[in-house]
C-alpha cells in the first residue's frame, strides 16, 4: 500500500470504531437516565431499545468488516505508518475481537436485557429488602457469565478472564497473594484501633442534615477540585456512579442521606475523582476509543485520591470545615477541627460497603472477592448466597446483616453482569497510596496546599501523571511510570498506619 | 408461502422496523437531554452520536432488507394474512421508502449533524440577539431542504411535499384557501375587539411569581388532567415541548417567566395535551412504529383542546382559579374571578408566537407560511429574513419587533430543518375547535364539569376519539369519524366570536 492508501484505510477504520464509540455514549447516556430521571413506567421498553443498541455495537465490533481492518492494519508494512492513537486503537479492538467474536450476537443482546432487567429487580429486591425478588434474576445473570467463559475459555483460573476485562494483567494468583498480605495487616492494624480507649466522638455526624444544604456543599468542593460544571452536572440515584460520556459531559450523581452527611459528602468527592479523570483526558483523544479512563483500577485510584487521601485529610478541612459549618451550624456547634476530623475517620466494622471507612473497606472488597470466584466455579449456590454473605461478613469484619438488604443486595455491580470487578475497588486504594507517595516527591507542601484549599496543583499533577494519557497507556505502565514499581500494598498499609496512630492514639 | 412461512416473515418484518423504533427512542432522549440537562461543553460530541444512530435508522429504512419486506408483504396472497396493525406498518413503511430512499444516506446524516449544530447556534443567536451567528447555519438547513426537495420530487408546488411530511394529504392550494378565509375572518373580529372599550385590566398578570411556586401548581393541573407521573416528568427549557419516547416514558418540559405565569402555566398545559396523547396510545401498539400520534396537526388539536378550549374557559378557572391564587396570593388580591377570566383571554397583537392569544395566533403562523414558502421557492434570501419578518409581522399583525430574539429568532424549528410544519399549529387550531363541536354532542355538560374540577370525562374522550388509534387512523379519517367533516374553519371562528363577545362585551 501506498502512503495514500495506508492514510485512506486509517481514515476509514477510525470512522467506522468513532460510530462504536457513538453508540456507547448513547448507551451511556440512557443509563445515566435510568438511573436518575426516567419515569418508571418506560423502563421495560427502554431495556429494549439498550439492548438494541448494545447488540449494534457489540456486532460491529466483532463483524467481518472490523476483522478485515484489523488483519490489514496489523500488516508489518502498515503498522508503523499510522498514528499512535491508531496503534493504540488497533491493540485494542484485537483483544475486544479475541475475547468477543465467540459470542453469538444474540446471545450478547439477550444478555443486555437481562442485565437491564435484573438492575429493576434489584432496585425492587433492595426495596422491599426481598432477596427472592433479585434471585431468578441473579442465576440468569451468573448462568450468562459461566456460559460467555465457555466461550473466552482461560488460562489458570476462569475468574481471571472476568478480571482482565476490568484490571488487565490482574489474576487469581496475584489477588490471593496481594490480598493475603494486606488482610494480615489491616486485621492487626484494626485490632489495635478496636482496642484504642481513644475513641473519636461521632454524635454530631448523625445529626440531620438538608439534602439541599448538603447538595450546595457539593458544588463548592467539586469547583474546588477543579470539576467543571459547564462539562457535567451532579444528579441524585440510589446508587451513586460518575458517567463520562465525553470529556465535555461527565456526569456525577450521588445519594444523600439527612441523617449522616457522609455518604454525600465523601460519595460526591469520591465519585468527583472519577470525573476529574474524564474530563482531563487530552484533547487529542476526544471521540477516539483511548478517550476513557484505562482500567477500573486505575480509575478508582482517582476516586479514593479524593475521596480519602484529600478529603480525609485533616488539613483539608481547615479550609473546608468552616463552609461545611456554615450550612449547618447547630450540628456542628462546639466541635472542634480536631474532634470533627477524628469523627469522620471513625473506624467502625459496619455493613455497607460504599460507607465503610478505610481501614475496611478492603476487607468488604475481600468479602466479595471470595463470594464471586466460588460462585463461578460452582462451590456455591445463588440461593445460599445471603447465608455466605453475612457468614463472610462476621468472618472478616466481625459484623452481621440483619437484612438482605444491608447484606448481599446492597450494591448493584451483580445486577449488571460487572462479576471480577470488586477487586478493582482493593486495587484503586493500593494505587491511590502509590501515587501519594510518588506526588509527596513533586508536591511536599500537600498537606499546606489543602489548608488553603488549592487544590489545583493536585489536580494538575494527577492530570499530567495519569488523566491524560486516557486509555493510551496501560494500568501498570502508569503505575510504573509514575511510581516505579508495580503492585504494592505495603504503601497503603503505612499511610493506614500513620493516620490511625495519630486519630486513635495509638503507641 | 404458507400461514406458518407468512407468520415468520411477519414476525421478522415487525422486529426489523422495532429495531429501528429503538434507534429512535434513544434519539428522542438524547434530544430531550440535550434541551434539558446536557452541559454544554458535551454538545459537539454529542451531536456526532445523533447523527449515526440517525444515519443507522435511516439506512434501514432505505435498506435494500427494508425493500425486500415490503414487496414480499404486499404481495396480494400475503398482505390480507397479517395483522392489521402489521398492514398500516408496512403502508407507512412504504411511504417513508418512497420518500427517503434516493437520500444518500451520508447527505442525511450531514443533514443531522447540521440541524444538531444549528440548534446550538440558535440558541446563542438568540440569547445575543444577533441572527448573524443563526444566519450561515440556516442557509445550510435551507441549502439542505432543497437538496432533498429534488431527490424528492413534487406534484403541484414544492411546499406540498414538506406538508405532506407533517400533515398527510395536506397542500398549498388547500392551505391557502383555508388561511385567506381564517384570516379575512380573524381580521375582521381582530378589529372589533380592538376598537371595543371594554379592555380586561392585565396588571396583575405582570406581578412576580417565583418560578417554584409556578411549577407546584403545573403539577396540580397535569395530574387533574390525567397526566401519569409514573409515565413522565416535568423539566426546565428554553422552548417546550414534550417527548413521548415511550407511552411510558412521555415528558413535558416548560419555560418559565416570573413576570408572566402566563407563559409556563399555559405552555405547561399545552405540552400537557400533547403528553396525554402519548401516555394514552392503546397498549397493543406500544413498541410498534403505530404508537405515536398521527400528524402533526392531530397532536396540535390536543394541545391547543387542553390549552384554550379547557384551560382559557371560564369554567376550568372556577375551579382552579383559588389554587392558583394559594401560591401568590398578594398578586391576585382583588381581583375577581370574572376579571382573572378576562385577563388571561387579553387579545393583544404581539410579538411572540408562543405566548399569542388565541384570536391572533393563526396570524402568527401564516407569517411564517408565507416566508417558508418563498424561501423554499427562492423568491426571498435568508439574508433579507429579519427585515421581511418584521414587515410580515407589520402587515399581518401591525407590530414591529424592535429585536430579532422577539422576531425572526424566536422558533427553534427551522435550526431543526422543520419546514412545513408551521402550518400545523393553525390546522391544530382549526381541528381543535371541531373536535370541541363534536364533543358537546357527548358532554354537554362540558363547563360545569370544569367547574367541578373534573376532566377525566374529557382526556377519556380524547383517548377513545383521537389518542389509542395512534397512527392507525389517518389526520383526515379521524377528523371524518369524530367530526363527520373534513378541514373547516367556521367551528373556529364561530367559537372565537362568542369567546371574545363575551370577553370584550361585543355587540
Not at 439527612?258 to 474524564?278: C, K, M, P, Q, W
Request: aromatic share 12%; net charge negative.
Amino acid at each position: 500500500m501506498n502512503q495514500t492508501e495506508i492514510q485512506n484505510l486509517e481514515k476509514a477504520f477510525m470512522d467506522f470504531v468513532h460510530k462504536i464509540e457513538h453508540y456507547e455514549e448513547a448507551i451511556g447516556l440512557i443509563d445515566w437516565d435510568l438511573h436518575t430521571k426516567a419515569p418508571k413506567k418506560g423502563r421495560a421498553q427502554r431495556s429494549e431499545v439498550m439492548g438494541t443498541l448494545s447488540e449494534q455495537a457489540f456486532n460491529m465490533m466483532i463483524s467481518p468488516e472490523m476483522k478485515d481492518y484489523l488483519e490489514r492494519l496489523s500488516d508489518p508494512d502498515v503498522k508503523g505508518k499510522v498514528s499512535i492513537i491508531t496503534q493504540k486503537t488497533v491493540e485494542y479492538y484485537q483483544k475486544e475481537y479475541e475475547r468477543n467474536h465467540r459470542i453469538p450476537g444474540e446471545r450478547y443482546r439477550a444478555f443486555k436485557v437481562a442485565a437491564a432487567n435484573a438492575g429493576d429487580a434489584w432496585e425492587d429486591a433492595k426495596k422491599n429488602d426481598d432477596f427472592s425478588l433479585f434471585l431468578p434474576h441473579l442465576k440468569k445473570i451468573i448462568a450468562f457469565k459461566k456460559e460467555f467463559l465457555q466461550y473466552w475459555g482461560y488460562d489458570e483460573h476462569p475468574y481471571d478472564t472476568l478480571l482482565d476485562e476490568y484490571e488487565p494483567g490482574m489474576t487469581v494468583k496475584i489477588l490471593d497473594e496481594v490480598f493475603a498480605k494486606l488482610r494480615g495487616q489491616l486485621v492487626e492494624l484494626l485490632q489495635q484501633v478496636m482496642d484504642s480507649p481513644h475513641r473519636p466522638d461521632t454524635d454530631f455526624i448523625f445529626q440531620k442534615f438538608d439534602a439541599r444544604r448538603q447538595e450546595a456543599f457539593h458544588y463548592v468542593v467539586l469547583k474546588a477540585m477543579g470539576y467543571d460544571f459547564d462539562a457535567g452536572r451532579l444528579d441524585e440515584t440510589v446508587h451513586p456512579f460518575a458517567t463520562g460520556l465525553n470529556p465535555g459531559d461527565v456526569r456525577v450523581t450521588t445519594k444523600y442521606d439527612e441523617g449522616d452527611f457522609r455518604t454525600s459528602v465523601f460519595g460526591t468527592i469520591h465519585e468527583g475523582g472519577h470525573a476529574l479523570y474524564e474530563q482531563n483526558i487530552a484533547p487529542e483523544l476526544i471521540g477516539t476509543t483511548m478517550c476513557t479512563g484505562t482500567s477500573y483500577g486505575i480509575h478508582e485510584s482517582q476516586s479514593l485520591f479524593w475521596e480519602n487521601i484529600v478529603a480525609r485529610n485533616r488539613y483539608f478541612w481547615e479550609h473546608f470545615y468552616p463552609e461545611l459549618r456554615k450550612l449547618n451550624p447547630d450540628q456542628f456547634d462546639g466541635i472542634s477541627l480536631d474532634q470533627f476530623y477524628r469523627g469522620i475517620n471513625v473506624v467502625q466494622p459496619s455493613l455497607i460497603r460504599i460507607e465503610a471507612d478505610e481501614l475496611t473497606y478492603c476487607l468488604h472488597v475481600m468479602v466479595r472477592y471470595e463470594i464471586e470466584k466460588a460462585l463461578i466455579t460452582d462451590q456455591i449456590k445463588a440461593e445460599d448466597l445471603p447465608q455466605i454473605w453475612n457468614d463472610k461478613m462476621e468472618e472478616y469484619l466481625g459484623v452481621r446483616p440483619d437484612s438482605d438488604r444491608e447484606g448481599v443486595l446492597q450494591d448493584v455491580h451483580w445486577s449488571m453482569g460487572d462479576f471480577g470487578y470488586f477487586p478493582s475497588y482493593a486495587l484503586g486504594y493500593i494505587y491511590s497510596a502509590q501515587l501519594k507517595r510518588a506526588m509527596d516527591r513533586d508536591i511536599p507542601d500537600f498537606d499546606q496546599k489543602l489548608a488553603r484549599g488549592e487544590l489545583s496543583p493536585i489536580r494538575e499533577w494527577l492530570t499530567d501523571k495519569v488523566h491524560r494519557h486516557g486509555k493510551m497507556k496501560k494500568p501498570i505502565e502508569i503505575l510504573q511510570d509514575v511510581t516505579g514499581e508495580g503492585v504494592n500494598p505495603q504503601h497503603l498499609v503505612d499511610y493506614l498506619t500513620e493516620k490511625y496512630r495519630n486519630v486513635y492514639k495509638l503507641s
